[in-house]
């Protein structure tokens, strides 16, 4: 019932945002911008990975935290909410969202990687570890950018508090990412990086734990 | 048989120190029917979001108790329906699309809800235009659509919030025929500024006597 639910609130937002490119349109261009202002920042300099590091993930940041935000916002701003409280749990709502929110964050996130290798000098020496660092700290921004989504939904200055509210809940996967995968861009091997992993994983799990036990406060209210 | 009850124990709410409401109490069994009456702005549609469980009051107990048995609140979107001009379906999707989507959310799938979608539609007068965009339709058809949401579940509470808005006679008599059809075994409660609707339930109360 409740991967049922939450799968059918999946669909329905991936629908929606294919008819209307609520979302996805103004990512886009969030992300071909970020890019840009990153190629004519570097110019023709060469830049140490470790900075290109830095440079990737506030790319990273940014879009997540221009986008992730909007699929709760919307269900307020158009009054959806109440016949979405009125026909399911408050878990498969969380879930669903959090689902829509880790495929949209994915796809942007590997176009992003892909542009920026394309413009930068960047060198990924253990690809491997590097995608596993990538995926598992998009699992943690994922879940917790859903979660703060959810509570600015109900205030007033949604645009101001979302980037207020997530950088310190954030700040500890940002820090521990952000070295992950430098380490693996400079050729780390995988073995290394496992420290770094599982506290990523730990987060993600700890944050959807406490995302799934706190939301029906949030929704309920 | 089955037996609902809702019952509110001296509820208060305010909005920034305003006193919309307080102390109100009422017990409603399968069966009653109340109409809740007042100006606009006095906080009818408050009352019935409280009521429904979508909002929290400050003060005061509300249950919801089926076969004498309090239901979680998480629960009792399976126990309401609701139709009120606050809550809107989604206008990118279509009529059958929203109707299939929340009918799914509640369990309902298959050839059955597929069959009482269609049923419902037809009988509003929508299933012409079932596969076209909500943003497409008139403010009248948008009531339409929200009556069937409302009460395509078969909900054990019923709650019209200025059900006549945007309607026609014609949708108006739908609504009327809705609300008597569930009156008889249900709860139904019905916020109203409009004379008319008082004879739709059986009691009543004037929100702005609980300021």
Known sequence: ???????????KDLSSELRTRYVINSLLMFVLVIISIIRFAIGDE????????????????????????????KEEEKETSFSLKLSTGSNSVI???????????????????FLFVIITDYEIKNFSGFMIVIVFGNLGLVSASTIIAAIISKANSKGTLYPVLSFPVLLPLLITV????????????????????????????????????????VWED | MNSIELISENISKTYSGKVIFKNLSLKLAGGDSLTVLGRNGSGKSTLIKI??????????????????????????????GLISPYLNLYDELSAVENLEFFCGLRDENGSDSKDRINSYLNKVGLYEKRNEPVKNYSSGMKQKLKLIFAVINEPKILFMDEPRTNLDSEGIKIVYETAESHRENGILIVATNDADDIELCSDSLNIEDYK
């Open chain 1, 1 to 11: 019932m409740l991967l049922k639910n939450s799968y059918l609130v999946f669909k």
């Open chain 1, 46 to 73: 060469k830049v140490d990975n470790e900075i290109l590091t830095g440079l990737l993930w506030i790319a990273i940041f940014f879009t997540s935290v221009s986008g992730l935000s909007r699929t709760f916002v």
């Open chain 1, 95 to 113: 879930l669903g969202k959090l689902f829509f929110n880790l495929i949209l964050t994915f796809s942007l996130n590997l176009l992003i990687l």
């Open chain 1, 178 to 217: 952000i070295n992950a995968t430098k380490l693996a861009s400079v050729g780390v091997e995988t073995g290394k990086l496992l420290g770094e992993i599982q506290i990523l994983l730990s987060y993600f799990i700890v944050v959807t734990v406490a995302s799934l036990m706190l939301f029906k406060y």
């Open chain 2, 51 to 80: 009521l429904a469980g979508l909002i929290s009051a400050n003060r005061g107990d509300l249950f919801l108790k089926e076969n004498n048995v309090k239901v979680e609140r998480g629960k009792w979107y399976s126990k309401i």
